[in-house]
């Protein structure tokens, strides 16, 4: 990201894709509309559940998890894990 205060939605349209708290959509045309999830972890801080989705504005060091689908809380620490060790 290379400007402040720009919401999520916003940075995604500028890639070529949609994302809301409906659906997901890849430059591709894919779409993900099941039960739209999003996570947060602030720099030194806790995965947090967020309910912003498209209007999330992120700082410097956060990491956030969006998933579409029925996981399981096990199924999410598991990607929440592999967005942390990246």
């Known amino acids: 990201m290379h400007a402040t205060n720009v919401p ?3 940075f995604f349209k500028s890639i070529g894709m949609k994302f ?3 659906c997901f959509e890849l430059d ?7 039960g739209g999830k999003m996570f ?5 801080g806790e995965w947090e559940r967020n309910y912003e989705m498209e209007k ?4 410097d060091g956060d990491k ?3 998933s579409y689908g029925n996981e ?5 620490k598991q990607q929440m894990q592999s967005v942390d060790s990246f």
Do not use: M
């Open 8 to 10: 999520l939605g916003l």
């Open 20 to 22: 809301s708290s409906d």
């Open 28 to 34: 591709t045309g894919e779409k993900h509309c099941d």
């Open 40 to 44: 947060v972890k602030r720099a030194g």
């Open 56 to 59: 999330y504005v992120f700082r």
């Open 64 to 66: 956030v998890l969006i």
């Open 72 to 76: 399981t809380e096990e199924q999410l």
